[in-house]
Structures are given as structure tokens and as C-alpha cells.
């Protein structure tokens, strides 16, 4: 059964600074990874999607890498502001039915 | 539309009651997800739709929920009898087709009280 870990549960950094964020999944069969966002009472943005062939993704500040073998993705953002604060959420696509399996999220704090 | 509308953003239901939630994918989306988010969790599946053949329900909780596309496009999510376990924030997703990107609605918050 895939299952799907992030670390940190939370984060706090000062606004420029860059950071990382982990996801990690037991089973390497997927089709690929997707990252989102979702802000405090909304639902999800997604902001990254990595096919399985793909090693890395980016968009803006924004650049996710996959590692399909050691079953680990990172999502690096640069230059952190406050409005990058929110939980950040990474899901695995596999199986047959293309269904998302989700981790718990990281909550991301950006202070000014 | 230009994103996946769902409606009602907010619904307090006393236990017992029957709930409908609606879902409006973005239009061409084949594909339809439900999910339901727990507080401080991700999000977890309920049950999938190809057009408006229900492929897999396998995460459908118990035999009260009930979810139908009869015309390959809105979807709806019916809970039955509603109990307290049952609050949570609902999210619908369609994509293109299954393996594509995702893109969701702002989801339900059902609470029940």
C-alpha cells in the first residue's frame, strides 16, 4: 500500500530565505508526483507536476525534483516571502485508476 | 467554467439529516475525483469517475455515502444519515484525463452537529 510522508510538519523562516521541503513514498510505481498548496479554509492549488521520467520541475521560484528509485521528491522555493505561507501538500499518482495519495502536508510560516 | 465550482462552500447538518454536495468539474474534464480532508490531513480518496461510469469507490467509508455523474459532468456526493465522524472539508478534482494534473474546487465543509 503507497504511502506518502512529509517532513517537516511545520516550518518558520525569515522572509528571503530559501528552503526545502521533503516528500517521501514507499512504493516507486507511480505515474508521477504533484505539489499544491492550499491556503488556511481553501482548497488545493497545484503548483508542480512531475511525470515519473522527469527528474526536476520548475516554475517561477519554484522547482521540485523526483527521485523515483529512492522514492523522495523536494520542492526548493527561493527567496521566501510571506505570502508563501501556507501548507504545502505533496500526492503520488499510481495504481489504475490515476487517484491522488496524499501526504499530511507541510505548513510553511514566511515572516517578514 | 474556468475552474471546479462546488457548492455549498459551507453546510451544518444536525446528525441524521441527509446531505448533498455538488460538484461542477471544469468542462472537457473526463475525469472526476472526490476526496475527503480530515482537520490537519491531506486530503484522502473517496471514489472516482471516468464520464459517467463510477470506476473505483473503494474509498467510499460505509454504505451511506453515495456518489453519482449521471451525465458525465456535475457530479454529486450524497451522505446519508449523516453522523459527527462525518465532518470534514469535501473536495472534488477533475483533470483531463486520469494520469493528468489535477485541479480542484474550494471544496464543502460539512459539519455535523
Known amino acids: 500500500k503507497q504511502e506518502v510522508t512529509q517532513i517537516p510538519a511545520a516550518l518558520s523562516v525569515p522572509e528571503g530565505e530559501n528552503l526545502v521541503l521533503n516528500c517521501s513514498f514507499t512504493?516507486?510505481?507511480?505515474?508521477?508526483l504533484q505539489w499544491f498548496r492550499q491556503d488556511p479554509g481553501k482548497g488545493l492549488t497545484s503548483l508542480l507536476l512531475?511525470?515519473?521520467?522527469?527528474r526536476e520541475q520548475t516554475s517561477g521560484r519554484l522547482n521540485a525534483s523526483l527521485d523515483k528509485s529512492s522514492g523522495r521528491s523536494t520542492l526548493y522555493i527561493a527567496a521566501s516571502q510571506p505570502g508563501d505561507s501556507a501548507t504545502y501538500l505533496c500526492?503520488?499518482?499510481?495504481?489504475?485508476?490515476?487517484?491522488?495519495?496524499f501526504g499530511q502536508g507541510t505548513t510553511l510560516q514566511v515572516k517578514p | 467554467g474556468a475552474g471546479v465550482s462546488q457548492s455549498p462552500r459551507y453546510k451544518v447538518a444536525k446528525r441524521g439529516q441527509d446531505v448533498a454536495l455538488r460538484c461542477d468539474p471544469i468542462?472537457?474534464?473526463?475525469?472526476l475525483f472526490w476526496y475527503q480532508q480530515a482537520l490537519g490531513q491531506g486530503p484522502e480518496f473517496l471514489t472516482y469517475?471516468?464520464?459517467?461510469?463510477?470506476?473505483?469507490k473503494s474509498g467510499l467509508p460505509s454504505d451511506r455515502f453515495f456518489a453519482e455523474r449521471p451525465e458525465g459532468s456535475v457530479s454529486t456526493l450524497k451522505i446519508q444519515r449523516t453522523q459527527q465522524e462525518d465532518s470534514a472539508v469535501y473536495l472534488c478534482?477533475?483533470?483531463?484525463?486520469?494520469?493528468?494534473?489535477?485541479?480542484f474546487g474550494q471544496g464543502t465543509r460539512l459539519t455535523v452537529v
Open positions: 478534482a477533475s483533470s483531463f484525463e486520469a494520469y493528468t494534473e489535477a485541479f
Open positions: 469517475f471516468q464520464n459517467e461510469a463510477q470506476l473505483d
Open positions: 468542462s472537457g474534464h473526463v475525469s
Open positions: 512504493d516507486s510505481a507511480i505515474y508521477n
Open positions: 512531475i511525470q515519473s521520467s522527469q
Open positions: 500526492a503520488v499518482r499510481s495504481g489504475n485508476t490515476g487517484k491522488l495519495i
